[in-house]
């Protein structure tokens, strides 16, 4: 059974005086010491050798692969070009993948609308479409509507990687010497899934920097950032982060005051904080300070300017998040949710409400899709990591809370992607 929201659990802070905190029943992490067990003497350097070395053989025959592939065949190249992405391998073919989709974006409306019927053409059109958009093409998608019944309907008839186990360790290493559970014990201890968020965020084995630094960052902690920071000459990144947590904090102070006033704000109210407390401006800016040269100063600025993408992917994270948590907030005592702030701004039940938001962030896919367009206002890894934060937000809030209560869904998608099938396939 839950606390009550009156229930305030005690601790201390630097000054020795007594602070009371909101307390609520989180279950403990779901991992235990498994990821532990993955000492950092287990991978040995001849181990990484030979597999760089394998990567690059393969890398260099995919490439030929590219370069074999004639035009009169786009179909074929197509799925190559997918089954690359799907690999999470196209980061090795940038060259060659943008110059294959530029030949084929001059060809789009003939090869979309081609000589083969049914499935397979439509299979045709949704791969083209798909990889075009996804290169930043501005593409129509009318050619779908030959697909579609008269009322717009379509028709009826119609690894594992040992790289990712080592990090986990070395974090949960980290997180377990400073004692957080214990010291944060108001919180909710989930290391592990904070590894899974900067996982989707950027898996390619390159950024192993860039996840330890967001997984520690989504905790709020740049004292051993600033060291690595300041030693690869580019502590100018610091700053845009600590504003970022300056302004997180103003907003979390202004949330508390609504709370403890009692006070539900209007929708419209709402959403001006929701942008700065979600915490996405943060952690999007976090997201860039460990990418290494892929990223410049620009790339902050533009982030602290609050660009429309940024605005949209906030409104999916913080509307699709109180969708489906505010009844579990709201028992333990918490600041009035967008659900409760539309009924009091438009009235009707909470279903309505909920359906309301759940438009609303319908259509704020609609702008990221729409930033995602060339031509693009910063490089394309970098808007990246942005849409990649959101994605991993549909994936977790969709189907209600997986984050908060991570012993479903959540501890299921850790044990496919970090362990095995087996493993996952026994947490059911």
């Given amino acids: 059974m839950l606390p009550e929201a009156s229930t305030f659990p005690c601790t201390a802070n630097a000054a020795g005086r007594s602070v009371e905190r909101r307390f609520a029943d989180f279950h403990p992490s779901v991992w235990g010491d498994y990821f532990l067990r993955y000492s950092l003497e287990t991978y040995s350097k001849n181990m990484v050798d030979s597999a760089e070395e394998t990567i690059q053989r393969l890398v260099e ?127 909710r201890d989930r290391i592990v899934e904070c590894y899974f968020w900067s996982l989707g965020v950027y898996f390619e084995p390159e950024f192993t920097d860039a996840r330890k630094f967001l997984t520690k960052g989504l905790l709020a902690l740049y004292h051993e950032a600033e060291t690595e920071l300041a030693s690869q000459g580019r502590l100018y990144r610091l700053p845009y982060v600590v504003q970022s947590m300056k302004d997180l904090s103003m907003g979390y102070l202004a949330e508390a005051k609504w709370f403890f006033q009692k006070y539900t704000p209007t929708l419209d109210e709402y959403v001006v904080l929701a942008f700065v407390t979600t915490g996405y401006a943060l952690l999007v800016t976090n997201s860039f300070i460990g990418m290494g040269d892929g990223v410049t100063e620009d790339a902050f600025q533009w982030v602290s300017g609050n660009p429309q993408m940024l605005k949209a992917a906030t409104m999916v994270c913080r509307f699709m998040d109180d ?43 609609k702008d990221i899709n729409e930033a995602l367009l060339r031509p693009l206002a910063i490089p394309a890894p ?26 479903t869904l959540m501890k299921r998608l850790i044990g496919y992607l970090l362990v095995d099938d087996s493993f996952a396939d026994a947490m059911d």
Wanted: aromatic letters at 10%; charged letters at 30%; proline letters at 2%.
């Fill in 382 to 407: 970098v808007l990246t990591r942005l849409l990649n934060f959101t994605r991993v937000m549909d994936v977790l809030y969709k189907d209600g809370d997986s984050y908060t209560h991570s012993g």
């Fill in 323 to 365: 969708v489906a948590g505010h009844k579990f907030e709201q028992k333990r005592g918490h600041v009035a949710s967008a659900v409760e702030c539309y009924i009091r701004q438009y009235g009707g039940t909470e279903q309505e409400a909920e359906a309301a938001l759940n438009k609303r962030v319908f259509d704020a896919w």
């Fill in 61 to 187: 025959e995919v490439k030929a692969m590219m370069l074999t592939r004639k035009l009169d065949d786009p179909l074929e190249k197509l799925e190559l070009i997918d089954h690359v992405q799907h690999l999470g391998i196209d980061r090795h073919f940038e060259k060659e993948i943008d110059e294959q989709l530029a030949e084929l974006r001059d060809v789009y409306p003939e090869f979309a609308n081609g000589q083969n019927d049914g499935n397979e053409q439509l299979h045709s059109a949704a791969l083209v479409f798909r990889l075009l958009r996804r290169q930043g093409y501005n593409i129509s998608s009318e050619v779908f509507n030959k697909f579609k019944r008269a009322d717009g309907k379509f028709r009826e008839t119609l690894t594992r990687d040992k790289l990712h186990q080592k990090e986990v360790c070395e974090i949960l290493k980290w997180w377990n010497d400073w004692d957080f559970p214990r010291k944060t014990s108001f919180a």
